[in-house]
């Protein structure tokens, strides 16, 4: 029995030949090793119909337990059987195409992961229990994938700790709206995890760096509202007030460096200790209207300062 399929190489699917370089394939073990491991040559195993590869996978899987590690015959079979099989890592990949976000690379990222699973199902499936072995390369395949999303997909690094109990969460958050017909409360959560409501906190702020987006991005929203038109920025939190005080700041600090001791002194004595103008002209030893005409007159000069341009030299004016 020999099966060969004459295609070019050029003529195989783009993610079919994304896992190729993962592994040699079966052809260029050439037809010395088929003929010494007692089984047909495969010319293009990806090509084979998803029947007959099926039918195929068992005679290949009984001979590969009989073959010593090392050989080049073993190595044909199980290349043979990874490109044979391919088929289902692409039916895999299918399912995660949205979560790669449809870029080429990712795909392939995904198609090259699943392959890893694919060869970890064929190095522990045993024949003799008489299986599918879809049945179980199906986990390995999904959990590969799985694994690689946990493990690099998060828009921020979040502790594997943190991940899990992300998981754990989503899960008790179904399972508790059946049960209790509303939303669960963090106390509801915390309860049924068996956690502290500070852990379960701490999993649901984490959640929040699966994904990330643009402030930019419009603001979606059901129906018309007052947030309809805006970006994510214009909608999200409010603006810190403080913020504008932080350009004032820096253009007053080195004027109040050029101030004598005396006027930094009744600054600090009027806004920083709060005291009157006749308590100021008590500790300075002037009259309270000296001590009014003295500040009327710095915090003139203060604010023209800041709104032009800083001369050089001190500017001292009591």
Request: no cysteine.
């Amino acid at each position: 029995m020999q099966v060969s399929a004459h295609h070019s190489h050029a003529a195989e699917p783009a993610e079919a030949r994304t896992a190729g370089p993962l592994l040699p394939g079966p052809r260029h073990s050439g037809r010395a090793a088929a003929r010494e491991a007692g089984l047909p040559r495969i010319d293009e195993p990806r090509e084979v119909a998803p029947a007959d590869a099926r039918e195929l996978s068992k005679v290949f899987f009984a001979r590969l337990r009989e073959l010593p590690e090392g050989t080049a015959e073993r190595q044909y079979v199980r290349n043979t059987l990874i490109e044979m099989n391919a088929s289902l890592v692409q039916y895999a990949v299918r399912r995660f195409r949205g979560r790669a976000e449809g870029a080429a690379g990712d795909v392939d990222d995904l198609v090259q992961v699943g392959t890893i699973g694919l060869i970890k199902a064929i190095d522990r499936f045993d024949p003799a229990r008489e299986n599918e072995f879809a049945t179980l390369a199906m986990p390995y395949i999904t959990g590969e994938i799985k694994r690689h999303f946990r493990d690099t997909a998060w828009a921020v690094h979040v502790p594997r700790r943190l991940q899990e109990l992300r998981i754990e969460i989503a899960k008790a958050k179904e399972e508790l709206t059946v049960r209790l017909d509303r939303s669960p409360t963090v106390r509801d959560l915390a309860a049924y995890l068996d956690l502290t409501e500070e852990q379960v906190i701490e999993g649901l702020v984490a959640a929040n760096g699966h994904t990330s987006g643009s402030l930019d991005a419009p603001h979606a929203e059901h129906g018309d509202g007052p947030a309809e038109g805006h970006t994510l920025a214009e909608v999200l939190g409010e603006e810190e007030p403080a913020l504008e005080l932080v350009e004032d700041i820096q253009t007053l600090a080195p004027l109040l460096e050029r101030l004598s001791d005396r006027e930094r002194t009744m600054l600090r004595m009027r806004f920083g200790e709060e005291l009157t103008q006749a308590q100021m002209g008590a500790a300075l030893g002037i009259s309270q209207m000296q001590v009014s005409r003295l500040l009327t007159r710095l915090l003139t000069h203060l604010r023209t300062s800041m709104l032009a341009d800083p001369e050089p030299g001190p500017g001292s004016l009591a």
